[in-house]
T-cell receptor, first 114, second 115 residues
Framework: GENVEQHPSTLSVQEGDSAVIKCTYSDSASNYFPWYKQELGKRPQLIIDIRSNVGEKKDQRIAVTLNKTAKHFSLHITETQPEDSAVYFCAASSLNFGNEKLTFGTGTRLTIIP | DAGVIQSPRHEVTEMGQEVTLRCKPISGHNSLFWYRQTMMRGLELLIYFNNNVPIDDSGMPEDRFSAKMPNASFSTLKIQPSEPRDSAVYFC?????????????FGPGTRLTVT
């Protein structure tokens, strides 16, 4: 089955600086890579996703890049703000075969230092 | 839409008791997922349904866990008998599972404590 590794497990960034979280996956059949944000005591929520037919996707201050050859993808947050403090999870899925199962990484706790 | 609804929000029970968690997915969503979240193991998929049919239950830890989806608007996750190691937050999520979106919408979770 799919195995997703995520690092770092914790990350502290000065407000206004950029944050990068990296994930690797093992199954070459995986073609869908979402990122979820979970604030303390809240539910995970999708913030951005990418499919394997594109290499990069942006949405305001967040962007995701995908390297299919190397089987890794990354989340980039620019101009970080205090409300970006949360746990971020990457995930992978192979939607080709009608399988929506998401395999999640272990999460990155991001702290924005004011 | 009210989003995914879970009940109860908190459950405290004694070891050996039966626990039933409930979920109402977003209307029109075809897929429903049950997850367990702990500090040690992170976010684990237990089982997921598509059009009320269980598709993948490989994450169900053991026979003490069972899940049902009798119709498109209701699902249950049952633990019998419960054990202290089952203490966790259990999330239900639903997805439209269309070609346009596979976003999973999570419910608020049920925090289960087994003493």
């Amino acid at each position: 089955g799919e195995n997703v590794e995520q690092h770092p497990s914790t990350l502290s960034v000065q407000e206004g600086d950029s944050a990068v979280i990296k994930c690797t996956y093992s199954d070459s059949a995986s073609n869908y890579f979402p990122w979820y944000k979970q604030e303390l005591g809240k539910r995970p929520q999708l913030i951005i996703d990418i499919r394997s037919n594109v290499g990069e996707k942006k949405d305001q201050r967040i962007a995701v890049t995908l390297n299919k050859t190397a089987k890794h993808f990354s989340l980039h947050i620019t101009e970080t703000q205090p409300e970006d403090s949360a746990v971020y999870f990457c995930a992978a899925s192979s939607l080709n075969f009608g399988n929506e199962k998401l395999t999640f990484g272990t999460g990155t706790r991001l702290t924005i230092i004011p | 839409d009210a989003g995914v609804i879970q009940s109860p929000r908190h459950e405290v029970t004694e070891m050996g008791q039966e626990v039933t968690l409930r979920c109402k997915p977003i209307s029109g969503h075809n897929s429903l997922f049950w997850y367990r979240q702990t500090m040690m193991r992170g976010l684990e998929l237990l089982i997921y349904f598509n059009n009320n049919v269980p598709i993948d239950d490989s994450g169900m830890p053991e026979d003490r866990f069972s899940a049902k989806m009798p119709n498109a608007s209701f699902s249950t996750l049952k633990i019998q008998p419960s054990e202290p190691r089952d203490s966790a937050v259990y999330f239900c999520a639903s997805s439209p599972a269309s070609g346009k979106s596979y976003e999973q919408y999570f419910g608020p979770g049920t925090r289960l404590t087994v003493t």
